[in-house]
């Protein structure tokens, strides 16, 4: 079992930048690929962005090509999410979670359960 813990997310203008990270403690965490998920009020959770556990592949949703970046410190047992020219479609609430890929998407493992997430909110 995985122990993740996500932090830093924040009320921020449209075009401003926020980092998120993604702490992780239990299991090996380098051994595993890492995924971002956000979820909207009434919506089910939408896979942002993924990154395979050495870090050289990665997948990102259309709407956050160019403008997010996913990346793994394997030694700190940390994944972080960049995100740049943030948009208020960009709002919502931001988990991790350890990844399976599906051939075209990534889904979280079976059975397992979400954290408290990050709370990101973009005015315009």
């Known amino acids: 079992q995985v122990q993740l813990v996500e932090s830093g997310g924040g009320l921020v203008q449209a075009g401003d930048s926020l980092r998120l990270s993604c702490a992780a403690s239990g299991r090996t965490f380098s051994n595993f690929a890492m995924g971002w998920f956000r979820q909207t009020p009434g919506n089910e959770h939408e896979i942002v962005a993924a990154?395979?556990?050495?870090?050289?592949?990665?997948y990102y949703t259309d709407s956050v090509k160019g403008r997010f970046t996913i990346s793994r410190d394997n030694a700190k047992n940390t994944v972080y999410l960049q995100m740049n020219s943030l948009k208020p479609e960009d709002t919502a609430v931001y988990h991790c979670?350890?990844?399976?890929?599906?051939?075209?998407?990534?889904?979280?493992?079976?059975?397992?359960?979400w954290g408290q997430g990050t709370q990101v909110s973009v005015s315009s």
């Open positions: 979670a350890v990844v399976l890929n599906y051939g075209s998407t990534w889904k979280p493992l079976p059975n397992s359960s």
């Open positions: 990154i395979g556990w050495r870090g050289s592949l990665t």
